[in-house]
Every structure is written in structure tokens, then in C-alpha cells.
């Protein structure tokens, strides 16, 4: 097998009580990995037995460890440290908390490696750096992941050289990154096409990888910043995420709440001339450069999944979108305080957001529903979410 990775994910060290939020929260329920569980059950006194009154399990099946009603870690002292860690040391916490945020999942052959941006301290990592991220494919040495079994193989093949296809394009800075957001989504929705129809896409991919092309496809877009359709897919989210309980990330959820008065403003005149500026704003080259690393973590961590469903279509939408409910809450944020919110602003957002749907990727489901459901899943409309 083989490890990919933009991140040396061995090297992160978590800055513990530093940390402006805390891994310890936000989560309903930890899961436990048997070995762990079977050392907490062993543990005496009244730590052990406050660990065992946290654990719900079903004999072979699964254990969990929950947290409280306001979704903190039980653990969690109030100095942001972790008690079990404090008394037992790091290694004996289960794999979840153990390895996080360091996250691997293996699709067909490949081990995907990365460092979760739910976590603020990767998420500032990823958005300061400047130059494009420089991919790692190495053998896998480990032996606790196994390539997957019957899938396949061309259609694999397919995902992974779209996927490379779309990394280069998102990081081809002759063009904005709105543009380049634009061409990704034209690119998959031919590959889709062609999936669908059984028609080879080995032309496509060459016609995508050619920068020239690029450009010309870029001349013939609609460069107009539709901000109504952004607002629109804001006002849409609000009410998808919150029939999905993500009321339990209270930090995000009142974020929306905060938020979404400007997009039912009915006279929208006086706010959209000031949207408009803070939108301007991500043309600045610092600013999509934080885009550009978001958008190519996003390809690496979603572009994947389910991907035997075929779902190019469904994944890609679902990156904008992510990368639009950044923008926004940048944007209104911005808004609010009257000049553009700080790197260390941006950071927390973008790393809420991802807990979100860290926690939950049934929300990716939810979403591409909700998207079908109001016509927003087509060409034209996602087209109109990518500028910028
Ligand atoms: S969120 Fe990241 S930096 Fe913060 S406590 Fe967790 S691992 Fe450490």
C-alpha cells in the first residue's frame, strides 16, 4: 500500500492549555478501541470508577466514552488538560483522542494521512503557509490498515487522477481562486457526464491539465460576484444544519444565528454594497492563498468518499459549499466589526466548521439533498457560488 500526504503528521504537537478551543468538546461520544477499553475497565479507585459510569458499551460490538449535556470531555480539568492524560499518561488514552488530529483513512490502495483542521492549532498551520503544499507518496510501513477489498480499480483510478488533476488546477496561480474553484467543478461535471454515459475521460483529463486551455475556459466564465446566490445557500445550510443537531456546536450554531439576519434582510441595498467590499477582499493574494490550502485539504479529506457511488458530483458540491459557509462567515463577521476579521478569526472559523462536519458525515448526505431539492445542485447555480 501507499501513504499519501501533504502533512508530516508525526511531527505535530499539540499545544495543549494553549489551545484558543480545546479536542475535548464538541463531540457526542468518543469511541473507545477494546484495548483501552479493557485497561479503563481494570483501573481502580474513583477515577476508574468515574470512567466506567462514562462508558456505554455493547459487549463486542462497540464502546463509547460520552460526554457531558454541554459536550465536554468529563476529563477535561479546568486548566483545558486531560485528567486521564495527567494520571496515566498519553499513551494509555484510547486511539481516537490518542492519534488526533492526525487522521488516516484508505481508499482503494492508498492511505490518505492528514491533520484534521477541526483542531485550531493544524488549522493555523495549514492556513499559514505560503507556498503551495507539496504532496508525499511513500510505501505504507504500518500493518493496521488493509487495502480495500473488491473494489473498483479503473473506477479508482479514475477519482485518483481526477483528484491529481484537480490539485493542479487549484494550485495554478496564474489564474484567481475563484477561477480556479470554477474549472475543477466544470472538469468533474464533464467526468461525471462521461462516468455516467460510459464515455472514456482520458480526454478530458488532458484537456484539464493543460494551463493554456485553462485560461481559455476562464475567458468564457461570467466573472460577475452573485452575492444573492451566496446568501441564499447560507439561508439554505442554516436551516439543513439545524434540522441536523448541530445545535450541539453551540460556538457554530450561534454563529449562524448571528449571521443569518443579514440574509433575510428585505431590503437588502444598504448590506450588499458592504458585502461586496468584504467579498473583494479575498482577491488579495494572502487571502486566496488561505483559500487555495483550504480547498486543496478539502479535495484530500471529502474528494473520496463513497467514491464506489460514483459521487463526483455530490463531493465536489459539497466542498463549495464548505468553502462558501467560510467565506460568508468571514464576510459578515468582517461586516460586523467594519474592517476584515483576523487571521486568528479566520482560523477559528475554518476550524469549527470543519468539526462539524468532521462529526457527522451523514452531513455531506444532508446537504446534497437539500441542494437537489431547491435546484441549487446544477451547473449554473454552483458555477455562480465559485466567484469571487
Ligand atoms: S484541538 Fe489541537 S491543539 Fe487544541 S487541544 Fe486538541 S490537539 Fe491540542
Redesign the pocket.
Known amino acids: 500500500m501507499k501513504l499519501f500526504s501533504f502533512d508530516k503528521i508525526s511531527e505535530f504537537e ?3 492549555g494553549k ?1 484558543p ?4 468538546r464538541g463531540w457526542d461520544k468518543i469511541l473507545i478501541d477494546p484495548e483501552t477499553y479493557a485497561y479503563y475497565q481494570s483501573i481502580e479507585g474513583e477515577l476508574g470508577d468515574e470512567l466506567r459510569k462514562r462508558i456505554v458499551s455493547k459487549e463486542g460490538e462497540y464502546s463509547y466514552l460520552i460526554m457531558n449535556e454541554k459536550g465536554y470531555c468529563h476529563f477535561l480539568n479546568d486548566n ?1 488538560l486531560c485528567k486521564l492524560v495527567l494520571t496515566f499518561g498519553e499513551d494509555k488514552l484510547c486511539y481516537t483522542c490518542h492519534t ?2 492526525r487522521k488516516k483513512e484508505v481508499f482503494g490502495d492508498i492511505v490518505f494521512a492528514w491533520l484534521s483542521i ?5 488549522a493555523r498551520q495549514l492556513l499559514s503557509k505560503k507556498e503551495t503544499l507539496i504532496p508525499d507518496l511513500s510505501d505504507y510501513e504500518g500493518s493496521d490498515l488493509k487495502e480495500e477489498e473488491n473494489y473498483d480499480r479503473k473506477l479508482f483510478d479514475i477519482f485518483v487522477t481526477s483528484y491529481a488533476n484537480c490539485v493542479g488546477i487549484l494550485q495554478e496561480r496564474s489564474l484567481s481562486i475563484g477561477e480556479r474553484i470554477a474549472v475543477c467543478l466544470l472538469f468533474i461535471y464533464q467526468i461525471d457526464t462521461n462516468i455516467k454515459t460510459g464515455t472514456d475521460v482520458s480526454g478530458l483529463l488532458e484537456l484539464f491539465s493543460n494551463v493554456n486551455n485553462l485560461h481559455s475556459l476562464v475567458s468564457q466564465l461570467d466573472p460577475t460576484v452573485d452575492i444573492t446566490s451566496k446568501i441564499k445557500l447560507f439561508n439554505l445550510m442554516y436551516k439543513a444544519l439545524g434540522k441536523s443537531g448541530f445545535k450541539r456546536f453551540d460556538n457554530l450554531y450561534n454563529l449562524f444565528e448571528r449571521f443569518v439576519p443579514y440574509c433575510r434582510n428585505n431590503d437588502m441595498s444598504g448590506v450588499l454594497d458592504k458585502l461586496f467590499t468584504y467579498y473583494s477582499c479575498f482577491k488579495e493574494n494572502s487571502l486566496q492563498t488561505e483559500l487555495e490550502q483550504i480547498l486543496v485539504y478539502c479535495f484530500t479529506h471529502y474528494f473520496f468518499k463513497d467514491y464506489d457511488s460514483k459521487c463526483f458530483m455530490r463531493n465536489i458540491s459539497f466542498i463549495i459549499v464548505f468553502l462558501q459557509l467560510y467565506i460568508c462567515f468571514v464576510v459578515f463577521s468582517s461586516l460586523e466589526s467594519g474592517s476584515l476579521i483576523s487571521f486568528e478569526e479566520r482560523v477559528s472559523f475554518i476550524s469549527l466548521l470543519s468539526r462539524l462536519f468532521e462529526h457527522d458525515e451523514t452531513i455531506m448526505d444532508d446537504i446534497y439533498t437539500r441542494l437537489e431539492m431547491f435546484d441549487m445542485n446544477s451547473l449554473n447555480y454552483l458555477l455562480k457560488l465559485t466567484s469571487l
Open positions: 499539540c499545544i495543549g489551545c478551543d480545546t479536542c475535548c483545558k488526533y488530529p477541526s483542531c485550531p492549532e493544524a
